[in-house]
């Protein structure tokens, strides 16, 4: 992965977990030029997204549809 690499945003979001991307998701959804930014090559840390309420996980369902 180039390290080096400048990239100019609007907004940018310090962490890939499920509150980044969502906000990510919704900021962009509102036209907002955004770049969630994670320190982790890989997503198979098992606690990510361990925690999610299902009532959080009913509006993403909403949001994808």
Known sequence: MNRDKTVT???????GG???MMLGLLLARAG???VV???????LRDFRGDTIH???LELM???DG
């Open 9 to 15: 945003t609007t907004c940018c979001i310090a962490g």
């Open 18 to 20: 499920p509150a980044g």
């Open 32 to 34: 907002v030029d955004v």
């Open 37 to 43: 930014l994670e320190k982790h090559a890989d997503f």
């Open 54 to 56: 299902p009532s959080s």
């Open 61 to 63: 369902y909403e949001l």
